[in-house]
């Protein structure tokens, strides 16, 4: 019987990465540390993970001497740093990319925010960054704009292993797989060894529920607020439905016979916003196999110190999924419309976060000049 609810979570086919990532973390051991004890097997970074790496410590003061010495531009700079992170955590997690034959040991990095609804700009800088970073455990992360979805295609199609990021709806999450599956196709056709791609999607989960608590607390009759902090879970286990049946169809299992992967779901923002709800809730919820859960150490510690793991709480959900956002229309709130807004305030966010790096940086080799 395995002994912590992270290690029955892995028994179960859940890989769970860390959303977060700093050269502290890497140089200390703690990396290698949450690997051995936390049944960790990738990480996931942002912007936002990058600028408050960079705002703390002094891990990256050599580098950025360095850079400030060599006349390195900011962008550049802040290019150079990401890469060397990522590709030290790489390293790290080599052992478990070769025990899991690439399915996990994975380490992302994500194309800068401003690109994301510039197709060729997020295809260039993604092979950019798949060059820098020079390790086959790598992933580069890819929002689910419209203007991304060719550019997760032709990413896939150069043979290289793509994260999709911010996917708030089943409708755009259905337009990611067939993106994924389209970039697989050119790859085959290009000679590629389709064995070496991976994918995930990551489906946000307690963003969804934000927002729409928001609304129904503004109706604020018991019907609408009984159906409070049900939606994110309910719209990820609908994912989990659309990518059973979707890698079930004949495009996608001809793809899977000829070596690919499936492209598995990924559950991100699992950290709860709400104090009053269970903090490994979009953990414990979404337990099922062939899925990666994303967590901030927060939730990570949570997970290992009092998570209850029942088992496979997805499959036969879906129809009582439906119910909660049928539910939700009926009282007015509009499903599409959130998750519209949620991809345009995540790309917004991101974009502050950017910017808030670039500063931080701009400073730093400001003053070490």
């Known amino acids: 019987m395995t002994s912590t609810p992270t290690a029955q979570l892995s028994a179960l086919g859940v ?8 050269r502290d973390r890497i140089s200390s051991g703690g990396l290698a540390a949450i690997i051995a004890d936390r049944d960790v097997v990738g990480v996931t970074t942002n912007p936002t993970i990058f600028a408050a790496a960079l ?4 891990t990256y003061d050599d580098q950025i001497r360095d850079l400030a010495a060599a006349g390195v531009d900011v962008t550049d700079a802040v290019f150079e740093i990401t890469t060397d992170d990522v590709a030290a955590a790489s390293d790290i997690f080599a052992p478990v990319y070769a025990a899991t034959a690439g399915r996990d040991g994975r ?10 609804h510039d197709a060729a ?4 800088q993604a092979r950019q960054l798949w060059a820098k970073v020079d390790r086959p455990n790598a992933m580069i992360k890819i929002p689910a704009t419209l203007e991304g979805l060719e550019a997760i295609t032709e990413t896939i199609g150069a043979g290289i292993s793509v994260n999709v990021t911010l996917i708030f709806s089943l409708e755009r999450y259905r337009a990611v797989i067939d993106a994924y599956l389209a970039g697989l ?3 085959r056709d290009a000679g590629h060894d389709l064995a070496s791609i991976h994918s995930v999607a990551s489906f946000f989960v307690s963003r969804v529920d934000s927002e729409i608590d928001k609304r129904l607390e503004a109706i604020g009759t018991p019907e609408a607020l009984a159906l409070k902090s049900k939606a994110g879970i309910a719209n990820a286990r609908l994912a989990y439905e659309l990518f059973e049946q979707a890698f ?13 992967n499936a492209q598995r779901p990924l559950w991100a923002s699992t950290g709860v916003k709400d104090p009053a709800l269970p ?7 979404l337990a099922v196999g062939d899925t990666v859960n994303t967590m901030p150490e927060k939730t990570l510690e949570a997970t290992f110190d009092h998570a209850v793991v029942t088992g496979d709480e997805v499959s036969g959900s879906y129809d009582a999924s ?3 956002l049928a539910a939700l229309e009926e009282q007015g709130v509009s499903i599409a419309e959130v998750t519209a807004l949620l991809e345009k305030e995540g790309v917004e966010k991101f974009i502050v976060s950017w910017n808030e790096l670039l500063d931080t940086v701009s400073a730093a080799l400001e003053a070490a000049k």
């Not at 700009?121 to 260039?124: L, S």
């Not at 079930?248 to 690919?260: N, Q, Y």
């Not at 903090?279 to 414990?284: G, I, K, M, S, W």
């Open 121 to 124: 700009g997020t295809i260039e």
């Open 185 to 187: 196709e050119k790859a």
């Open 15 to 22: 890989s769970i990465w860390l959303d977060d990532l700093s």
């Open 279 to 285: 903090d490994t809730l979009y953990v414990t919820a």
């Open 55 to 58: 705002a703390t410590g002094t």
């Open 248 to 260: 079930a169809e004949p495009r996608a299992t001809a793809l899977l016979e000829a070596g690919g």
């Open 107 to 116: 380490v992302s990095i994500e194309v800068e925010p401003g690109l994301a």
């Open 322 to 324: 439906r119910a909660v």
